[in-house]
């Protein structure tokens, strides 16, 4: 069964550095997300992605934070320059044609700062 | 003192016993409502949806209730076994972008 993937798993960096969280979407979807999800807390919304630009994002979403579709396969979360609150959980989502909504999560980065 | 995170809502339930999980939502623009299942240290995965404009909807073992008037969710889960151990999430999406929200969560707890 297709599945959404992510790299890596856990990522630890000082506060400043940048980061960059990949993700490989399921092949034919069109649709692309990224979530982030604070310990204990629930899964908020960042930024949707759709023929190669972004379509909507949220209030978290500053100018630190960018994404990116090199090539056919990978969806990347890039933060400039890492802050302590930026530690969390990110997801990322696809979903495929123009109203299909079912939403498929990858398995999650555990993005550690100190 | 300082509290970290959120204290989730806890189902403690049987084996073998039907599960219910109630969401309230507040956003009415919602085209659809979807409940995810989130295991510890794992991304949320889908179980059911349900469009707006429906009221109930069954899947194995599942059914999820939509009650527009009051704005409420419920997940109804037959014969929970202790894999169904997780935390569910309801979340309400729609618009051009189909972007999800997410509610709090509930963590059922299934003895055996």
């Known amino acids: 069964e297709p599945e959404v993937t992510q790299t890596p798993s856990h990522q630890v960096t000082q506060m400043g550095q940048e980061v960059i969280l990949r993700c490989v979407p399921i092949?034919?979807?069109?649709?692309f997300y990224w979530y982030r999800q604070i310990l204990g807390q629930k899964v908020e919304f960042l930024v949707s992605?759709?023929?190669?630009?972004?379509?909507?994002k949220s209030e978290i979403f500053d100018d630190q934070f960018s994404v990116e579709r090199p090539d056919g396969s990978n969806f990347t979360l890039k933060i400039r320059s890492t802050k302590l609150e930026d530690s969390a959980m990110y997801f990322c989502?696809?979903?495929?044609?123009?109203?299909?909504?079912?939403?498929?999560f990858g398995p999650g980065t555990r993005l550690t700062v100190t | 003192g300082e509290s970290v995170g959120l204290h989730l809502p806890t189902l403690s339930v049987q084996e073998g016993d039907n599960s219910i999980i109630n969401c309230a939502y507040s956003?009415?623009?919602?085209?659809?409502f979807i409940w995810y299942k989130q295991e510890s240290g794992k991304g949320p995965q889908f179980i059911i949806d349900?469009?707006?404009?429906?009221d109930k909807r069954q899947g194995q073992r599942v059914t999820v209730l939509l009650n527009k008037t009051v704005k409420h969710l419920s997940l109804q889960i037959a014969a929970t076994q202790p894999g169904d151990s997780a935390v569910y999430f309801c979340?309400?999406?729609?618009?051009?972008?189909?972007?999800?929200?997410f509610g709090t969560g509930t963590l059922l707890a299934v003895q055996p």
């Open positions: 992605f759709y023929n190669n630009e972004i379509s909507e």
């Open positions: 989502a696809s979903s495929g044609l123009a109203g299909a909504f079912e939403q498929y």
């Open positions: 979340a309400g999406g729609g618009g051009a972008t189909n972007k999800l929200i």
């Open positions: 349900i469009r707006s404009n429906m």
């Open positions: 092949s034919n979807h069109l649709y």
């Open positions: 956003n009415s623009a919602s085209d659809y």
